[in-house]
Every structure is written in structure tokens, then in C-alpha cells.
């Protein structure tokens, strides 16, 4: 029997290189390679310690004590909730940019569990991941997998309406009957002696690895985990035995060189004991027959309070390995996850130069004391020495495009911006992804700058869907060079209906610079849905149109600003569809368009007719000039509202006037 495909976590790490080179590893210059780590100090309530200094750390490998070349310590930026738009957690920016990657902040996974019980369970399974994203800060992106392959995983992001989405989209749970333990993996075959939890865990570690200067947290939802055999009862076969074994293993040595700190949940909150208790559980509870006497209900009491012992135990294994919570019986878990979230909000990156005699590639021990009482650190156990050198490569040599669009993080080597925008095709199914970049940055000072770019279009089981590539030369500005050009380039990638990430690479060979940028986008069946709209699309021009909405085409050249000074004429483009591929009668549509400023006051109003004669291939254009002239300095939103026959589509957008 096969065991499981780590289906769920194709798309967190869809080409990431898990094992990304050593030599990515970021690492401080001082005349030696140094190795980054970030370390939590807690204090004996686990609250984080700050304040500490370079001189308070000690640093062992393998015993012995090594100095600490470089010392920064992270205190992450306060979740002022109160100062931001009160649409901002609904309405995400719309454009991306790779400065994430160099950013301190909290790199989180929300692992969904397939013991995840019926009922009760999921609901607070799911409340629980929803108050993990309402702790992230605005540093921190987050993902959403699953041990079980029939649910769409939710690679990194920072748009917090895509992980709400994914944790929404169906019951986490599995069948009510289900044991989590179970040989045959409940019913499942995917997962053969438990196994999918151990290796999706492993795979998850594995992926975040080589990330540096984040603290890393995972938050396992679930009511028990395989990490032994003793849950897997007397029937359990000599197979399983082995395999969890191998499998428990590689566990362990992949979170000692990861770093990832591990809080498992128990969402069954106070568990209460007993089949009485069980209503949901075929054959017990309310329908169980009474005939058993006082002595059988004894035994069946006792072994469900073993059961409950050991998925309990079981849960606290990986956070005690890692420095992580065990959160058990407790009606206060949602309390919980802000307490994880508050101990990880300040840490320290300690750039420690490595022992230069350590045999390369192997394993090397780290240990890390403070002299501070009642205090502890937390950071990964191990790591492994650098191998042989390979060869050197010419300076200006860059990574290869693969490799710039593989990783699990974007390049921030330069700046760039991303815009995506999904308009229907001129004919037959699937949409056409409209790529803006902004490459302003790899402009040169008088000279022109050749660059090649490649764009891949990854899908929800991790596979690439689409690709382009194009050569673009920039040209160096010829004024004030003191003011960075707004570079745009555009390129297109056909794709059917679905959910992507598309990931871009750019590579100046010549100047051997390179950066990539990723961003995710929803590609709406426009073919069949009786009503749809494509993305928003934001352009600039120093004309101003003759009215407040006209319809025009919509190639235009996009920016992906979205902060405009006074007597900027800026216009958002978009288009309407009625089912491109249907064949019933076009009705009017009314769209509603609004601004609203930081407080939820609306700054406009307007509602605009499209009658059945301004659709034209059962499509039309629109355009809404923004007023920015007419309003004060301060973040707005736009908010677009098409309505049609019972139908309705919403379109957002953030901008700024300065």
C-alpha cells in the first residue's frame, strides 16, 4: 500500500528547493562565514526578554565556547490595529513586492490535522487558526496545509483574506469515527500507519530551513499524533512498527537544524471522557444499547482516559523537543494562541563564527546559554558544517533562473513590485494573467540594462501551469538622477480557470544582479459564471479625462503605484463579463462605486448603468477615475460593486493620497 503524497504541502514548497544550497544561507561579512542564528529568550512565564546584549550569550559548538561576530536584536513592530483603515483586514494591497524577504518577522504554519474530531471539533479547530491570523503582525506571512490530501493548501502569504478563505473552506475534520492512530489510517490509505503526520511535518521543517532572521512557528490543530507505536494498539504490524520509527527520526533531526518551534492544540478544548460523552460516535452515547453491565462501562471509562492520556502525550512531544506549548485541556485556547504569539514578538540574530576545522558536512551541536537567572533560549540544536567549496564563479555570475524562482521566499537582492490582473480571453475558456513589474531598480546610472525575465504560473497540487519569458532592455535615466524612473514591464500568461501563484524572476547577467518577486491570483471561470469581473487595473496619466467614467480599451500601460500626489490623473480599468461562453439573454448591470476613507467615511458614491447594448462579446470596459484632487491626504478605498440578475461581484483597491 502507498503511504501518503505530501499532496498538501506540493504548493508551500512547489519547486522551493527545500534544500536549498548552504551557501544561500544569508551569513554576516566580517572576514569569515558566520553562522546566523535567531535565538528566543523566555523568561520563567515564557514572556520574551529583552534588552539582552552580545556579551550575555554564550555560544558552544560541539563544546566549545565560539565568538559572536554580530548581535541584532529583533522587537517586532506593535499590531496597531487601532491606527489602520478599519477596512484593511478586507481589502489586501494589491500589489506585491520581494522586501518581505528581508524583513525580521514570524514565518507561520497552520497545520490542519486529520484528527481534527467531527462536530464541535473543526468549528474550533477553525477559530483557532482564524485567531493565529488575526496575531499576525505586518511582517509576518503565514500558510495553511493539511495532513489530509483532500484540502487546498494555502502557500506563504501576507494577505490575510486568502488564509481566512483557506482555514473557511471546508471541515477540517475527518469521519466521526475516525481514530487518528488507526493502522490503516482511519480509512484513509493515504495515510498507512499514521505516517502522513509525521512526514508533512518533516516536509514542513525541511521547507523553512534556510530561512534566516525570522522566528519560525508551526501550530499543530489536532488531537493526537503517531509518534510512537504504543498509540497504534496490540494489532499494530511489525511494518508499522519499523516505518514510524524511520519516519519519528527524520522528524527529529530535521527540527534540529530547522529551527521551527512547534505548539500543538488540542481543539477539543476541556475533553470530557466517556462514550456517553461521544454523541457523534457511531454505536455509543444516546444510541448505545444498555446492556452492559457496571464492570464493562468501568473498563470502557478506563480505556477512554488512557486514549486521552496518550493523544495528550503525544501532542506534547515536538513542542518540549522545540521550545514550544502544549495547549490541553483548556476551554481558554484562543487565549492561548496570542500568549504564543506574544513570546515570539521580540528574538535575537547572533552571527557566530563557525569552528574553520570542522570536517565539511557534518553534523555540528549548538548550544546557547544566557546569563541571565531564570531564563531560557531557545534555538535549534545542530547544523551542518559547509561542504567542499564549489567552484568559484566569475563576479559578475548570478543564480540561475530556476533557482530565482524555486526559492520558498522571494530574492530582495532589488526591489520589485508585482501587479496581477486576470481578464477573460477573446475567445474560448481560461483567462489571460496581465504581468506588471515594476524593474526600476535595476535601472542604470546613463547606461541601458538588458534583463532577462521569466514568469512561471504554479497551481494548488504544485505544478506549473504556464510560463513566459521575455528580454527587456531599460534604458538609464537622461534628467534628474537624483529620482528613480517608474520602470514598468509588462507580459502576459494564458490559464484555466483556478487558484496560482505566479512567480517572477528578473536577471541583469551584465550587471550580475537578479531578484524575484511572487505574488497569488484567482483566475474566475469567465466562461460560464452569468456574472464576473476581471482585476482591478491602476494607470496614471498627466491628461484628464473628459468625465468621471467613459469606456475605453483597456490596454493601457498599468503602474503598480497606488500613492498619488495632487494632480496625478489616475484611473482604475476593469472589465465585466456575462459568461463569455453562455448563450442567455445579456440584462443590465448596475455598478456601485465607492471611497471610502481610513475611518469608513465615504468620500463617493456613485452608481453607473451598463445597459444590455454595452456589452460587445458579452463583455464590456470600464473606467473610474480616482479623485484624487478632491481628497484629503490619507489611505482610501476603492470598493467596486457589480450587481446583475441576483448576482454580485465585489473588486477592492488601496491607494494612498499624499
Not at 138 to 151: E, K, L, M, N, W
Not at 554 to 567: H, I, L, N, Q
Request: with cysteine; aromatic share 4%.
Amino acid at each position: 500500500m502507498r503511504r501518503v503524497g505530501q499532496t498538501a504541502l506540493l504548493l508551500l514548497i512547489s519547486a522551493s528547493a527545500i534544500a536549498q544550497q548552504e551557501a544561500d544561507q544569508p551569513s554576516f561579512r566580517s572576514g569569515v562565514e558566520l553562522l546566523q542564528l535567531d535565538v528566543a529568550v523566555l523568561d520563567g512565564q515564557r514572556r520574551p526578554v529583552r534588552g539582552l546584549t552580545a556579551d550575555e550569550f554564550t555560544v558552544l559548538e560541539n563544546g566549545v565556547r565560539r565568538p559572536i561576530r554580530s548581535f541584532v536584536a529583533v522587537d517586532m513592530p506593535a499590531r496597531t490595529q487601532a491606527q489602520q483603515p478599519v477596512w484593511a483586514k478586507d481589502a489586501a494591497p494589491d500589489v506585491a513586492t520581494n522586501q518581505i524577504a528581508k524583513d525580521e518577522g514570524r514565518l507561520v504554519i497552520l497545520l490542519m490535522d486529520r484528527s481534527i474530531p467531527y462536530l464541535g471539533g473543526t468549528v474550533q479547530a477553525q477559530k483557532i487558526a482564524l485567531a493565529a491570523v488575526d496575531q499576525l503582525g505586518p511582517q509576518d506571512v503565514a500558510a495553511v496545509i493539511s495532513t489530509s490530501g483532500a484540502y487546498r493548501p494555502q502557500t506563504f502569504t501576507a494577505d490575510r483574506t486568502r488564509l481566512v478563505r483557506a482555514i473557511n473552506q471546508r471541515d477540517w475534520s475527518s469521519e466521526s469515527s475516525l481514530a487518528p492512530w488507526s493502522i490503516d489510517g482511519g480509512g484513509d490509505p493515504r495515510c498507512f500507519c499514521g505516517l502522513c503526520v509525521l512526514e508533512t511535518l518533516t516536509t514542513a521543517s525541511d521547507a523553512v530551513r534556510n530561512i534566516p532572521r525570522r522566528r519560525k512557528l508551526l501550530l499543530f490543530i489536532g488531537r493526537g499524533i503517531v509518534i510512537n507505536l504504543a498509540p497504534l494498539g496490540p494489532n499494530a504490524s511489525p511494518g508499522c512498527e519499523h516505518d514510524v520509527k524511520a519516519a519519528r527520526e527524520k522528524l527529529f533531526e530535521s527540527l534540529a537544524v530547522s529551527n521551527l518551534t512547534i505548539h500543538s492544540i488540542d481543539p477539543r478544548d476541556l475533553a470530557n471522557v466517556g462514550d456517553h460523552t461521544q454523541a457523534s460516535v457511531s454505536g455509543t452515547g444516546l444510541d448505545r444499547p444498555a446492556n452492559g453491565g457496571p464492570q464493562t462501562r468501568l473498563q470502557a471509562l478506563q480505556g477512554a482516559r488512557n486514549d486521552l492520556l496518550r493523544t495528550q502525550q503525544s501532542l506534547a512531544v515536538l513542542p518540549e523537543r522545540t521550545g514550544g506549548r502544549t495547549v490541553v485541556n483548556t476551554n481558554a485556547s484562543l487565549e492561548k494562541v496570542a500568549e504564543i504569539f506574544e513570546e515570539s514578538n521580540a528574538y535575537y540574530v547572533l552571527g557566530v563564527e563557525r569552528d574553520p576545522s570542522a570536517k565539511p558536512s557534518t553534523r555540528r551541536s549548538v548550544t546557547i546559554e544566557v546569563a541571565r537567572r531564570n531564563v531560557r533560549a531557545h534555538a535549534q540544536r545542530h547544523f551542518l558544517a559547509p561542504g567542499p567549496d564549489p567552484a568559484v564563479r566569475p563576479a559578475k555570475e548570478t543564480p540561475s533562473t530556476p533557482d530565482a524562482l524555486s526559492a520558498l521566499l522571494p530574492d530582495a537582492g532589488k526591489p520589485l513590485a508585482l501587479h496581477l490582473a486576470a481578464f477573460a480571453k477573446p475567445d474560448g475558456e481560461g483567462g489571460s494573467v496581465r504581468i506588471t513589474l515594476n524593474a526600476a531598480a535595476f535601472v542604470r546610472d546613463a547606461a541601458s540594462a538588458a534583463l532577462d525575465i521569466s514568469a512561471i504560473a504554479v497551481d494548488q497540487a504544485g505544478v506549473t501551469q504556464g510560463s513566459a519569458k521575455q528580454m527587456s532592455t531599460l534604458i538609464g535615466p537622461t534628467g534628474d538622477k537624483t529620482r528613480t524612473p517608474l520602470v514598468t514591464i509588462p507580459t502576459y500568461l494564458d490559464l484555466r480557470p483556478g487558484d496560482y501563484e505566479i512567480r517572477v524572476a528578473v536577471v541583469d547577467r551584465a550587471a550580475g544582479a537578479s531578484a524575484s518577486v511572487f505574488a497569488q491570483i484567482l483566475v474566475p471561470n469567465f466562461a460560464a459564471e452569468r456574472l464576473s469581473l476581471s482585476d482591478l487595473v491602476v494607470e496614471a496619466s498627466p491628461a484628464t479625462p473628459p468625465s468621471d467614467t467613459t469606456t475605453v480599451a483597456v490596454d493601457a500601460t498599468a503602474t503598480t503605484e497606488r500613492a498619488f500626489g495632487r494632480g496625478a490623473q489616475v484611473r482604475a480599468v476593469f472589465q465585466i463579463y456575462q459568461g463569455t461562453e453562455r448563450t442567455d439573454a445579456i440584462v443590465p448591470v448596475t455598478t456601485r462605486v465607492r471611497v471610502v476613507d481610513s475611518r469608513g467615511a465615504v468620500a463617493r458614491d456613485q452608481s453607473i448603468v451598463f445597459a444590455a447594448a454595452d456589452f460587445h462579446a458579452r463583455r464590456t470596459d470600464c473606467r473610474i477615475n480616482l479623485p484624487i484632487n478632491g481628497l484629503p491626504a490619507g489611505d482610501y478605498l476603492l470598493e467596486i460593486i457589480a450587481t446583475a440578475g441576483g448576482e454580485h461581484q465585489t473588486r477592492k483597491l488601496r491607494f494612498a493620497v499624499q
